[in-house]
């Protein structure tokens, strides 16, 4: 039996999906699960995995900024050869040294600001990954509630064109026997091709879905998988008082704002510490000679106090510390701003849920009528009571209806969703929601 059979770049996902237990045989009929899709993604989304590296440069940055604090060690070596003057062409002409120094910022306003920021940047960059995990996982469900809505819809698809088929033979067979008019045999003719063309929509829907899905795991868009799961309704949770107060208390954003209002403060420290002193310590020992074997050396040990203090730069630190004021009652505004913001997007995704709760509740009691419909319609056509519009138009309402009641499942679905997203619900690494 040939093995070749598979393309160059099948080989990859079988790689990947051979971690969960789907081997090459199976590969065109595998079946993934929701939580399989989510551990898939939440491993090889190049935005998740960005952001994993830019925490990475944010730790290294904060242990850079922090050694900037500790002593420095350096060692020197120089000779210095006079060319003109009355020791020239003497054997001490030539004078070497070597020196080994230990330098010790002890007040460096700026170096200290600079640690502080580069700390707030390292917990920044730890709330955008934590909002990014957010997003990833509020885009997987939104992509998998529509895949298993599609797969529904391709179902339901089918079976309005089994109906619409079985209408073309009752009309045909009831047209062979002089019952009713040929328009009746043409229209359900008609209706039968455009029953095909919706099926064809439905399954182009499943696709694109499977391509999102694809897309946020990092693969082949076109790489084939089936859906293991079902849309399955349950009551949303949360109060909206409750949900109001949490997302104040947990949207990663704000606490980023927070933390820009910080950073700010640490800038403005940063241009303040041009105003102050700076004061070094230095412990210097070195050897001098007037040969390159140092014979005959003088030894010496130093230790020094540096001051520095440039007192005047002709108002350019208080502009810049003017600015930087400006920039934090911007940032003060921006923070009441998202406040406000965030308050209505929890509005805007609590009605959208009471909506579609209430939109399913009509729904199911407006299947079982068009159900009843359809079957009524069926017997008054084979009994000559009702024409052949009506059996279409009750075929039409239950087809309809039947595809409202998936949609609106799976739009209840996506806004509770939706919901755990604006609330800013943390997510572990791999995917889980952490209420």
């Known amino acids: 039996m040939k093995s070749?059979?598979?393309?160059?770049?099948?080989?990859?996902?079988?790689?990947?999906?051979?971690?969960?237990?789907?081997?090459?045989?199976a590969l065109g009929s595998a079946k993934l699960s929701f939580e399989q899709v989510t551990e898939l993604a939440f491993r090889q989304n190049p935005a998740l995995l960005g952001q994993q590296e830019n925490t990475y440069a944010k730790d290294a940055g904060e242990k850079a900024a922090f050694r900037q604090l500790l002593p420095n060690f350096s060692a020197s070596t120089r000779g210095d050869k006079v060319l003109q003057g009355s020791s020239a062409d003497t054997p001490d002409d030539t004078l070497y040294s070597t020196r080994l120094t230990l330098s010790q910022p002890l007040y460096r306003p700026a170096l200290w600001a600079n640690y502080q920021k580069s700390t707030l940047e390292q917990i920044d960059a730890g709330l955008s990954l934590a909002r990014t995990r957010e997003q990833l996982l509020f885009d997987l469900k939104t992509a998998w509630y529509q895949l298993l809505t599609a797969q529904?819809?391709?179902?339901?698809?089918?079976?309005?064109l089994d109906r619409l088929r079985q209408h073309q033979k009752n009309a045909e067979h009831m047209y062979a026997n002089a019952l009713i008019w040929s328009n009746d045999v043409l229209q359900a003719k008609v209706r039968v091709s455009s029953g095909r063309q919706d099926l064809l929509v439905?399954?182009?829907?499943?696709?694109?879905?499977?391509?999102?899905?694809?897309?946020?795991?990092?693969?082949?868009?076109?790489?084939?998988?089936?859906?293991?799961?079902?849309?399955?309704y349950s009551p949303v949770k949360w109060q909206y008082r409750d949900a109001v107060a949490y997302t104040l208390d947990h949207r990663a954003e704000l606490k980023q704002t927070q933390l820009d209002i910080a950073l700010a403060r640490q800038d403005r420290n940063?241009?303040?510490?041009?105003?102050?002193?700076?004061l070094d310590l230095n412990l210097q020992r070195g050897s001098t000679a007037f040969n390159s074997n140092f014979d005959n050396s003088v030894?010496?040990?130093?230790?020094?106090?540096?001051?520095q203090w440039n007192f005047w730069q002709w108002g350019k630190t208080s502009q810049q510390v003017a600015a930087l004021d400006f920039d934090l009652r911007r940032l003060s505004l921006d923070l009441r701003q998202q406040k406000n913001q965030f308050q209505a997007d929890v509005h805007a995704v609590w009605l959208k849920l009471q909506e579609?709760?209430?939109?399913?509740?009509?729904?199911?009691?407006?299947l079982a009528l068009a159900k009843e419909n359809f079957r009524v319609s069926q017997i008054r056509y084979k009994e000559q009571l009702g024409s052949s519009n009506d059996v279409l138009d009750a075929q039409d309402l239950l087809t309809q209806t039947r595809t409202n009641h998936i949609q609106a499942l799976g739009q209840f679905l996506t806004a509770k969703a939706?919901?755990?997203?604006?609330?800013?619900?943390p997510v572990d690494s791999r995917g889980q929601l952490r209420p």
């Open 4 to 25: 070749a059979g598979l393309a160059p770049m099948t080989f990859i996902p079988l790689i990947v999906l051979s971690g969960f237990g789907l081997s090459g045989p």
């Open 152 to 160: 529904l819809l391709v179902a339901e698809s089918r079976e309005s």
């Open 202 to 232: 439905s399954k182009n829907n499943v696709l694109d879905a499977k391509r999102r899905l694809n897309v946020l795991m990092d693969r082949e868009i076109t790489f084939a998988f089936e859906a293991r799961g079902e849309l399955d």
């Open 270 to 278: 940063i241009a303040k510490a041009d105003m102050k002193p700076s």
């Open 299 to 307: 030894t010496e040990t130093q230790i020094s106090l540096s001051l």
């Open 356 to 366: 579609a709760d209430n939109n399913l509740k009509v729904l199911q009691q407006s």
């Open 418 to 425: 939706e919901l755990d997203y604006v609330l800013g619900v």
